[in-house]
DNA sequence: ATTTAAAAGTGTAAAAGAAACACTTATAGA
DNA sequence: TCTATAAGTGTTTCTTTTACACTTTTAAAT
Protein backbone atom coordinates (compact mmCIF):
# COMPACT_ATOMS: atom_id res chain seq x y z
CA UNK A 1 0.00 0.00 0.00
CA UNK A 2 1.28 3.27 -0.70
CA UNK A 3 -0.13 6.53 0.89
CA UNK A 4 -2.58 8.23 -1.17
CA UNK A 5 -0.44 11.86 -1.52
CA UNK A 6 -3.44 12.38 -4.11
CA UNK A 7 -6.30 13.53 -1.47
CA UNK A 8 -3.82 16.12 -0.09
CA UNK A 9 -3.90 19.59 -0.35
CA UNK A 10 -1.23 21.52 -1.96
CA UNK A 11 0.09 24.94 -1.29
CA UNK A 12 1.98 28.15 -2.64
CA UNK A 13 4.50 28.42 -0.93
CA UNK A 14 6.63 31.93 -0.81
CA UNK A 15 10.07 33.11 0.18
CA UNK A 16 9.76 36.62 1.75
CA UNK A 17 13.58 38.05 2.80
CA UNK A 18 14.16 40.45 5.86
CA UNK A 19 17.30 42.08 3.99
CA UNK A 20 19.30 43.79 6.87
CA UNK A 21 22.28 46.49 6.37
CA UNK A 22 24.27 48.64 8.09
CA UNK A 23 25.41 51.97 7.18
CA UNK A 24 28.18 52.93 10.00
CA UNK A 25 25.10 54.48 12.08
CA UNK A 26 21.98 52.53 12.27
CA UNK A 27 20.44 48.81 11.14
CA UNK A 28 18.84 48.97 8.09
CA UNK A 29 16.42 46.94 6.46
CA UNK A 30 15.78 46.70 2.75
CA UNK A 31 11.83 47.26 1.22
CA UNK A 32 10.32 47.99 -1.68
CA UNK A 33 6.76 49.59 -2.64
CA UNK A 34 4.47 47.23 -3.93
CA UNK A 35 3.88 47.80 -7.53
CA UNK A 36 0.94 45.32 -7.68
CA UNK A 37 -2.28 44.28 -6.13
CA UNK A 38 -3.21 43.47 -3.63
CA UNK A 39 -1.86 46.15 -1.60
CA UNK A 40 -0.17 48.29 -4.29
CA UNK A 41 1.92 51.20 -3.43
CA UNK A 42 2.87 49.88 0.46
CA UNK A 43 6.10 48.52 1.54
CA UNK A 44 6.83 45.05 1.81
CA UNK A 45 10.13 42.58 2.06
CA UNK A 46 11.10 41.45 -0.89
CA UNK A 47 9.71 37.79 -1.97
CA UNK A 48 8.99 35.18 -4.23
CA UNK A 49 7.52 31.60 -4.48
CA UNK A 50 9.42 28.76 -4.66
CA UNK A 51 9.47 26.50 -7.71
CA UNK A 52 8.97 22.72 -7.69
CA UNK A 53 12.75 21.65 -8.48
CA UNK A 54 14.69 24.04 -6.00
CA UNK A 55 15.21 24.25 -2.17
CA UNK A 56 14.30 26.42 -0.07
CA UNK A 57 17.61 28.21 0.53
CA UNK A 58 17.93 28.19 -3.32
CA UNK A 59 14.72 29.75 -3.67
CA UNK A 60 15.71 32.32 -1.36
CA UNK A 61 19.03 33.13 -3.13
CA UNK A 62 17.40 33.29 -6.35
CA UNK A 63 14.75 35.73 -4.96
CA UNK A 64 17.31 37.96 -3.43
CA UNK A 65 19.53 38.13 -6.54
CA UNK A 66 16.17 38.57 -8.61
CA UNK A 67 15.39 41.42 -7.02
CA UNK A 68 18.31 42.97 -6.57
CA UNK A 69 20.89 42.10 -7.86
CA UNK A 70 23.26 40.99 -4.84
CA UNK A 71 24.70 37.42 -4.96
CA UNK A 72 27.46 35.74 -2.29
CA UNK A 73 25.08 37.19 0.60
CA UNK A 74 24.73 35.41 4.48
CA UNK A 75 21.52 33.98 4.56
CA UNK A 76 19.52 31.45 7.43
CA UNK A 77 16.13 30.46 7.57
CA UNK A 78 14.02 32.47 10.18
CA UNK A 79 10.71 30.80 10.55
CA UNK A 80 7.78 29.39 8.36
CA UNK A 81 4.56 31.96 8.59
CA UNK A 82 1.41 30.21 7.98
CA UNK A 83 -1.99 32.24 9.53
CA UNK A 84 -4.85 31.20 6.81
CA UNK A 85 -5.76 34.59 5.43
CA UNK A 86 -2.09 36.00 6.06
CA UNK A 87 -1.93 36.69 2.18
CA UNK A 88 -6.16 37.91 1.27
CA UNK A 89 -5.49 37.33 -2.58
CA UNK A 90 -4.70 33.82 -2.16
CA UNK A 91 -4.21 31.30 0.69
CA UNK A 92 -0.04 31.40 0.58
CA UNK A 93 2.40 30.13 3.24
CA UNK A 94 5.77 31.59 3.49
CA UNK A 95 8.93 31.35 5.09
CA UNK A 96 10.31 34.02 5.91
CA UNK A 97 14.67 34.60 5.47
CA UNK A 98 17.16 37.02 6.71
CA UNK A 99 19.68 38.46 4.68
CA UNK A 100 23.36 40.47 6.02
CA UNK A 101 24.46 42.84 3.06
CA UNK A 102 27.31 45.59 3.62
CA UNK A 103 25.65 48.26 2.17
CA UNK A 104 28.29 50.00 1.27
CA UNK A 105 29.97 47.31 -0.85
CA UNK A 106 26.94 46.75 -2.81
CA UNK A 107 25.68 50.14 -3.33
CA UNK A 108 25.52 50.28 -6.54
CA UNK A 109 23.92 46.55 -7.16
CA UNK A 110 19.77 47.34 -6.83
CA UNK A 111 19.56 47.33 -10.44
CA UNK A 112 16.48 45.66 -10.86
CA UNK A 113 14.13 47.32 -8.60
CA UNK A 114 13.44 50.73 -9.19
CA UNK A 115 11.51 51.26 -5.62
CA UNK A 116 13.28 49.65 -2.97
CA UNK A 117 15.03 51.43 0.07
CA UNK A 118 16.52 51.17 3.23
CA UNK A 119 14.86 52.05 6.15
CA UNK A 120 16.13 52.57 9.66
CA UNK A 121 14.61 49.85 11.69
CA UNK A 122 13.34 52.34 14.39
CA UNK A 123 11.53 54.35 11.50
CA UNK A 124 10.37 51.75 8.66
CA UNK A 125 7.18 52.08 7.66
CA UNK A 126 4.20 49.51 8.45
CA UNK A 127 4.37 46.45 5.89
CA UNK A 128 1.83 44.70 4.35
CA UNK A 129 0.49 41.19 5.63
CA UNK A 130 2.42 39.64 8.54
CA UNK A 131 5.42 41.38 7.40
CA UNK A 132 6.43 43.32 10.82
CA UNK A 133 6.24 40.18 12.44
CA UNK A 134 8.54 38.54 10.34
CA UNK A 135 11.15 41.47 10.84
CA UNK A 136 10.73 41.61 14.42
CA UNK A 137 11.24 37.60 14.22
CA UNK A 138 14.42 38.70 12.23
CA UNK A 139 15.67 41.13 14.63
CA UNK A 140 15.11 38.89 17.31
CA UNK A 141 17.33 36.39 16.00
CA UNK A 142 20.16 38.55 14.54
CA UNK A 143 20.76 39.39 18.39
CA UNK A 144 21.22 36.08 19.10
CA UNK A 145 23.52 35.23 16.60
CA UNK A 146 25.55 38.24 16.54
CA UNK A 147 26.39 37.13 20.19
CA UNK A 148 27.01 33.44 19.41
CA UNK A 149 28.45 33.37 15.55
CA UNK A 150 30.85 35.62 13.98
CA UNK A 151 28.27 36.98 11.58
CA UNK A 152 28.63 40.55 12.65
CA UNK A 153 30.99 40.99 10.08
CA UNK A 154 29.19 40.41 6.84
CA UNK A 155 27.24 43.75 7.57
CA UNK A 156 30.60 45.55 7.72
CA UNK A 157 33.10 46.08 4.84
CA UNK A 158 35.77 43.84 3.97
CA UNK A 159 38.00 46.16 6.35
CA UNK A 160 36.78 47.66 9.30
CA UNK A 161 37.74 49.96 12.40
CA UNK A 162 37.13 48.97 15.94
CA UNK A 163 34.20 51.73 16.05
CA UNK A 164 32.75 50.13 13.42
CA UNK A 165 32.44 47.28 14.84
CA UNK A 166 31.11 48.47 18.38
CA UNK A 167 28.58 50.50 16.71
CA UNK A 168 27.45 47.51 15.15
CA UNK A 169 27.34 45.73 17.58
CA UNK A 170 25.59 48.18 19.41
CA UNK A 171 23.09 49.45 17.22
CA UNK A 172 22.26 45.25 16.42
CA UNK A 173 21.59 44.60 20.54
CA UNK A 174 20.05 47.86 20.82
CA UNK A 175 22.68 48.79 23.83
CA UNK A 176 25.42 51.14 24.88
CA UNK A 177 28.87 49.59 24.91
CA UNK A 178 31.96 50.74 27.14
CA UNK A 179 34.66 51.01 24.53
CA UNK A 180 37.68 49.24 26.44
CA UNK A 181 35.73 46.29 27.44
CA UNK A 182 34.66 46.07 23.92
CA UNK A 183 37.97 46.19 22.54
CA UNK A 184 39.70 43.84 24.88
CA UNK A 185 36.68 41.23 24.10
CA UNK A 186 37.00 41.35 20.99
CA UNK A 187 41.42 41.36 21.10
CA UNK A 188 40.72 38.19 23.16
CA UNK A 189 38.28 36.36 20.87
CA UNK A 190 41.60 36.50 18.63
CA UNK A 191 39.82 35.98 15.19
CA UNK A 192 40.74 39.42 13.99
CA UNK A 193 43.43 40.61 11.96
CA UNK A 194 44.77 44.25 12.31
CA UNK A 195 45.84 45.61 9.85
CA UNK A 196 49.04 47.74 9.15
CA UNK A 197 46.58 50.35 7.69
CA UNK A 198 45.06 52.76 8.91
CA UNK A 199 41.51 54.86 8.18
CA UNK A 200 41.71 58.69 8.38
CA UNK A 201 38.59 59.36 7.46
CA UNK A 202 37.24 59.49 10.95
CA UNK A 203 40.05 60.94 13.05
CA UNK A 204 43.39 63.66 12.89
CA UNK A 205 45.31 60.06 14.59
CA UNK A 206 43.55 57.51 12.50
CA UNK A 207 42.58 54.52 13.54
CA UNK A 208 43.36 51.02 12.30
CA UNK A 209 41.82 48.79 10.55
CA UNK A 210 40.81 45.29 10.73
CA UNK A 211 39.59 42.04 8.63
CA UNK A 212 37.68 39.02 10.26
CA UNK A 213 40.10 35.76 10.20
CA UNK A 214 37.52 33.64 8.66
CA UNK A 215 40.34 30.79 8.57
CA UNK A 216 41.28 30.78 11.99
CA UNK A 217 38.35 31.19 13.24
CA UNK A 218 37.55 28.14 11.57
CA UNK A 219 40.42 26.10 13.01
CA UNK A 220 39.67 27.43 16.66
CA UNK A 221 36.08 25.51 15.83
CA UNK A 222 37.19 22.57 15.13
CA UNK A 223 39.64 22.98 18.49
CA UNK A 224 36.13 23.63 20.84
CA UNK A 225 36.50 27.14 20.13
CA UNK A 226 32.67 29.04 21.35
CA UNK A 227 32.29 32.51 20.12
CA UNK A 228 30.81 34.95 22.43
CA UNK A 229 30.14 37.91 22.65
CA UNK B 1 -2.55 44.61 -12.15
CA UNK B 2 -2.68 41.63 -9.95
CA UNK B 3 0.07 39.43 -9.18
CA UNK B 4 -0.64 36.71 -11.11
CA UNK B 5 -0.72 33.76 -8.48
CA UNK B 6 -1.53 30.97 -10.89
CA UNK B 7 1.42 30.17 -12.90
CA UNK B 8 2.78 29.39 -9.38
CA UNK B 9 4.07 26.16 -8.47
CA UNK B 10 2.13 24.57 -5.71
CA UNK B 11 3.20 21.67 -3.02
CA UNK B 12 2.99 19.38 -0.61
CA UNK B 13 3.36 20.80 2.96
CA UNK B 14 4.08 18.46 5.48
CA UNK B 15 4.09 18.78 9.46
CA UNK B 16 6.72 16.23 10.99
CA UNK B 17 7.42 15.91 14.90
CA UNK B 18 9.92 15.19 17.11
CA UNK B 19 7.98 14.35 20.24
CA UNK B 20 10.10 14.20 23.38
CA UNK B 21 9.86 12.92 26.71
CA UNK B 22 11.52 12.16 29.97
CA UNK B 23 11.11 9.18 32.14
CA UNK B 24 13.15 10.16 34.89
CA UNK B 25 15.88 8.57 33.07
CA UNK B 26 16.72 9.54 29.52
CA UNK B 27 15.00 11.59 26.92
CA UNK B 28 13.46 10.20 24.90
CA UNK B 29 11.66 10.24 21.86
CA UNK B 30 8.20 8.81 20.37
CA UNK B 31 8.56 7.26 16.86
CA UNK B 32 6.33 4.61 14.52
CA UNK B 33 7.24 1.85 12.13
CA UNK B 34 5.57 2.96 8.55
CA UNK B 35 2.50 0.89 7.91
CA UNK B 36 3.24 2.15 4.16
CA UNK B 37 5.43 2.89 1.44
CA UNK B 38 7.89 4.49 0.59
CA UNK B 39 9.99 3.16 3.72
CA UNK B 40 7.11 0.20 5.10
CA UNK B 41 8.41 -0.81 8.49
CA UNK B 42 11.03 1.79 8.72
CA UNK B 43 10.75 3.75 11.81
CA UNK B 44 9.81 7.37 11.09
CA UNK B 45 8.06 10.79 13.49
CA UNK B 46 4.43 10.86 13.68
CA UNK B 47 3.52 13.45 10.71
CA UNK B 48 0.90 14.55 8.37
CA UNK B 49 -0.29 17.12 5.57
CA UNK B 50 -1.25 20.66 5.90
CA UNK B 51 -4.90 20.89 5.06
CA UNK B 52 -5.73 24.70 3.41
CA UNK B 53 -8.38 25.31 6.12
CA UNK B 54 -5.52 25.56 8.84
CA UNK B 55 -2.49 27.05 9.78
CA UNK B 56 0.40 24.91 10.41
CA UNK B 57 0.47 25.21 14.73
CA UNK B 58 -3.24 23.64 14.45
CA UNK B 59 -1.96 21.37 11.76
CA UNK B 60 1.00 20.17 14.15
CA UNK B 61 -1.45 19.99 17.21
CA UNK B 62 -4.20 18.00 14.53
CA UNK B 63 -1.50 15.59 13.72
CA UNK B 64 -0.22 14.85 17.48
CA UNK B 65 -3.67 14.45 18.78
CA UNK B 66 -4.90 12.40 15.57
CA UNK B 67 -1.90 9.64 16.28
CA UNK B 68 -1.28 9.95 19.96
CA UNK B 69 -4.50 11.46 21.35
CA UNK B 70 -2.63 13.55 23.23
CA UNK B 71 -3.88 16.59 23.88
CA UNK B 72 -2.67 19.99 25.26
CA UNK B 73 0.71 19.62 24.40
CA UNK B 74 3.59 22.13 24.52
CA UNK B 75 4.78 22.35 20.63
CA UNK B 76 6.97 24.77 19.09
CA UNK B 77 8.03 25.11 15.29
CA UNK B 78 11.51 24.10 14.54
CA UNK B 79 12.45 24.67 10.44
CA UNK B 80 11.34 23.68 7.35
CA UNK B 81 13.17 20.95 5.56
CA UNK B 82 12.87 21.17 1.44
CA UNK B 83 15.30 19.01 0.04
CA UNK B 84 13.92 18.34 -3.31
CA UNK B 85 14.20 14.82 -3.63
CA UNK B 86 13.62 15.00 0.48
CA UNK B 87 10.64 12.42 -0.31
CA UNK B 88 11.28 10.25 -2.94
CA UNK B 89 7.53 9.40 -3.53
CA UNK B 90 6.48 12.96 -4.57
CA UNK B 91 7.84 16.60 -3.69
CA UNK B 92 7.08 17.21 0.09
CA UNK B 93 7.90 20.12 1.90
CA UNK B 94 7.89 19.77 5.49
CA UNK B 95 7.99 21.99 8.37
CA UNK B 96 9.14 20.30 12.03
CA UNK B 97 7.67 20.89 14.89
CA UNK B 98 8.65 19.91 18.46
CA UNK B 99 6.49 18.47 21.22
CA UNK B 100 7.38 18.07 25.28
CA UNK B 101 5.48 15.31 26.67
CA UNK B 102 5.53 14.09 30.42
CA UNK B 103 5.77 10.22 29.47
CA UNK B 104 4.08 8.93 33.17
CA UNK B 105 0.73 11.41 32.50
CA UNK B 106 0.13 9.89 29.14
CA UNK B 107 1.28 6.57 29.49
CA UNK B 108 -2.13 5.44 28.43
CA UNK B 109 -3.20 7.83 25.88
CA UNK B 110 -1.35 6.29 22.88
CA UNK B 111 -4.51 4.97 21.38
CA UNK B 112 -4.64 5.21 17.63
CA UNK B 113 -1.02 3.69 17.30
CA UNK B 114 -0.20 0.34 17.98
CA UNK B 115 3.51 0.59 16.37
CA UNK B 116 4.57 3.56 18.40
CA UNK B 117 7.45 3.10 20.59
CA UNK B 118 9.51 5.08 22.76
CA UNK B 119 13.28 5.30 22.27
CA UNK B 120 16.36 6.95 23.87
CA UNK B 121 18.11 9.33 22.15
CA UNK B 122 20.74 7.64 22.22
CA UNK B 123 19.72 4.19 21.02
CA UNK B 124 17.13 5.17 18.64
CA UNK B 125 17.29 3.61 15.41
CA UNK B 126 18.05 4.71 11.83
CA UNK B 127 14.78 6.99 10.55
CA UNK B 128 13.21 7.41 7.27
CA UNK B 129 14.24 10.95 4.45
CA UNK B 130 15.72 13.57 6.15
CA UNK B 131 14.15 13.25 9.82
CA UNK B 132 17.32 12.32 11.38
CA UNK B 133 18.56 15.85 10.97
CA UNK B 134 15.23 17.25 11.73
CA UNK B 135 15.97 15.56 15.52
CA UNK B 136 19.39 16.78 14.94
CA UNK B 137 18.30 19.92 15.06
CA UNK B 138 15.09 19.39 17.56
CA UNK B 139 17.48 18.28 20.24
CA UNK B 140 19.90 21.40 19.71
CA UNK B 141 17.01 23.71 20.49
CA UNK B 142 15.44 22.10 23.10
CA UNK B 143 18.80 22.51 25.08
CA UNK B 144 18.97 25.90 23.85
CA UNK B 145 15.05 26.69 25.02
CA UNK B 146 15.90 24.48 28.18
CA UNK B 147 18.11 27.53 29.02
CA UNK B 148 16.15 29.95 28.34
CA UNK B 149 12.94 29.33 29.28
CA UNK B 150 10.85 27.08 32.21
CA UNK B 151 9.95 24.56 29.17
CA UNK B 152 11.50 21.49 31.00
CA UNK B 153 8.63 21.31 33.60
CA UNK B 154 6.66 20.18 30.43
CA UNK B 155 8.66 17.15 30.34
CA UNK B 156 8.06 16.39 33.86
CA UNK B 157 4.75 15.35 36.30
CA UNK B 158 2.84 18.10 37.91
CA UNK B 159 4.70 17.05 41.13
CA UNK B 160 8.33 16.49 40.53
CA UNK B 161 11.61 15.85 42.69
CA UNK B 162 14.52 18.51 42.94
CA UNK B 163 16.35 15.83 42.08
CA UNK B 164 14.29 14.83 38.70
CA UNK B 165 14.37 18.13 37.24
CA UNK B 166 18.52 17.94 37.80
CA UNK B 167 18.25 14.59 36.50
CA UNK B 168 16.78 16.21 32.88
CA UNK B 169 18.80 19.18 32.91
CA UNK B 170 21.48 16.53 32.83
CA UNK B 171 20.00 14.62 30.15
CA UNK B 172 18.67 17.19 27.86
CA UNK B 173 22.04 19.29 28.25
CA UNK B 174 24.18 15.91 28.32
CA UNK B 175 26.09 17.00 31.03
CA UNK B 176 26.80 16.19 34.81
CA UNK B 177 25.57 19.08 37.45
CA UNK B 178 26.75 19.95 40.51
CA UNK B 179 23.38 19.18 43.27
CA UNK B 180 24.26 21.88 45.52
CA UNK B 181 24.79 24.60 42.57
CA UNK B 182 21.81 23.41 40.95
CA UNK B 183 19.48 23.18 43.91
CA UNK B 184 20.58 26.68 44.86
CA UNK B 185 20.93 28.39 40.78
CA UNK B 186 16.81 27.21 41.05
CA UNK B 187 15.65 28.09 44.31
CA UNK B 188 17.17 31.86 43.69
CA UNK B 189 15.30 31.79 40.37
CA UNK B 190 12.26 31.42 42.49
CA UNK B 191 9.92 30.10 39.77
CA UNK B 192 8.97 26.83 42.23
CA UNK B 193 6.35 25.72 44.76
CA UNK B 194 7.59 23.75 47.65
CA UNK B 195 5.43 21.31 48.77
CA UNK B 196 4.49 19.99 51.78
CA UNK B 197 4.52 16.32 50.38
CA UNK B 198 7.23 14.54 50.24
CA UNK B 199 8.18 11.66 47.80
CA UNK B 200 8.65 8.76 49.51
CA UNK B 201 9.59 6.05 46.48
CA UNK B 202 12.95 6.81 45.72
CA UNK B 203 14.96 6.79 49.53
CA UNK B 204 14.14 6.14 52.90
CA UNK B 205 14.02 9.45 53.87
CA UNK B 206 11.78 11.19 51.43
CA UNK B 207 12.34 13.97 49.19
CA UNK B 208 10.26 16.93 49.21
CA UNK B 209 7.43 17.73 45.75
CA UNK B 210 7.97 20.82 44.12
CA UNK B 211 5.55 21.91 41.01
CA UNK B 212 5.97 25.15 38.85
CA UNK B 213 4.32 28.15 40.07
CA UNK B 214 3.21 29.48 36.16
CA UNK B 215 1.48 32.46 37.71
CA UNK B 216 4.49 33.91 39.50
CA UNK B 217 6.69 33.29 36.28
CA UNK B 218 4.60 35.14 34.14
CA UNK B 219 4.51 38.37 36.62
CA UNK B 220 7.90 37.90 37.25
CA UNK B 221 8.51 38.31 33.43
CA UNK B 222 5.92 41.33 32.97
CA UNK B 223 8.73 43.21 35.54
CA UNK B 224 12.46 42.20 33.45
CA UNK B 225 12.69 38.70 34.79
CA UNK B 226 14.54 36.59 32.62
CA UNK B 227 14.85 33.39 33.25
CA UNK B 228 18.28 31.36 32.74
CA UNK B 229 20.55 28.09 33.86
C1' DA C 1 14.94 -1.07 70.61
C1' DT C 2 19.01 -0.53 68.02
C1' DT C 3 21.64 -0.55 64.06
C1' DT C 4 22.27 0.12 59.26
C1' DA C 5 22.00 1.81 54.76
C1' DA C 6 20.74 5.12 51.32
C1' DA C 7 19.53 9.26 49.42
C1' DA C 8 18.21 14.23 50.83
C1' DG C 9 19.60 18.44 52.22
C1' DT C 10 22.62 22.21 53.01
C1' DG C 11 27.03 26.62 52.91
C1' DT C 12 31.44 28.52 52.05
C1' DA C 13 35.65 29.72 49.84
C1' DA C 14 38.23 30.27 45.54
C1' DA C 15 38.30 31.43 40.78
C1' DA C 16 36.71 33.44 36.74
C1' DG C 17 34.30 36.75 34.27
C1' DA C 18 31.91 41.19 33.73
C1' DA C 19 31.53 45.98 34.63
C1' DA C 20 33.07 50.54 35.84
C1' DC C 21 36.13 53.96 35.08
C1' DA C 22 40.03 58.42 32.79
C1' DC C 23 44.12 59.71 31.00
C1' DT C 24 47.72 59.72 27.15
C1' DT C 25 48.80 59.59 22.22
C1' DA C 26 48.90 60.75 17.46
C1' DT C 27 48.13 63.81 13.89
C1' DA C 28 45.67 67.07 10.69
C1' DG C 29 44.66 71.57 10.23
C1' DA C 30 44.72 76.23 11.85
C1' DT D 1 53.78 75.34 17.19
C1' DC D 2 49.36 75.14 18.93
C1' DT D 3 44.88 73.13 19.10
C1' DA D 4 41.27 70.08 18.65
C1' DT D 5 39.63 65.42 17.98
C1' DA D 6 39.11 60.70 18.15
C1' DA D 7 42.14 56.46 19.11
C1' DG D 8 44.16 53.63 22.23
C1' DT D 9 45.08 51.48 26.50
C1' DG D 10 44.89 48.73 32.42
C1' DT D 11 43.34 48.24 36.82
C1' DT D 12 40.06 47.68 40.43
C1' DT D 13 35.61 46.23 42.02
C1' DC D 14 31.77 43.52 41.80
C1' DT D 15 29.19 39.57 40.33
C1' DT D 16 28.77 35.00 38.96
C1' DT D 17 30.32 30.43 38.70
C1' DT D 18 32.60 26.55 40.30
C1' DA D 19 34.42 23.19 43.51
C1' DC D 20 33.77 20.66 47.35
C1' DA D 21 31.81 17.04 52.12
C1' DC D 22 29.33 16.35 56.02
C1' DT D 23 24.79 15.85 58.62
C1' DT D 24 19.97 14.46 58.62
C1' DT D 25 16.07 11.58 58.08
C1' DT D 26 13.77 7.36 58.13
C1' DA D 27 12.59 2.59 56.45
C1' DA D 28 14.13 -1.85 56.88
C1' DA D 29 16.85 -5.29 58.99
C1' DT D 30 18.48 -7.36 63.13
New binding site residues.
Partial sequence: MLNDYSKEDKVLLAVDCIIFGFDGEDLKILLIKRDFEPEKGKWSLIGGFLKKEENLDKAAIRILNHLTGLDNIYMEQLYTFSKVDRDPAERTISTAYYALIDIESHNNEFTNVETSKWFSLKNAPDLIFDHNRMVERAVSRLKYRTKTKPIGFELLPEKF???QLQNLYESILNEKL????F???INALDILIKLKE???G???????LYTFDAEKYNKKLKEGFVF?I
Fill in positions: TMLDKRNTSKKDMSSKKGSYK
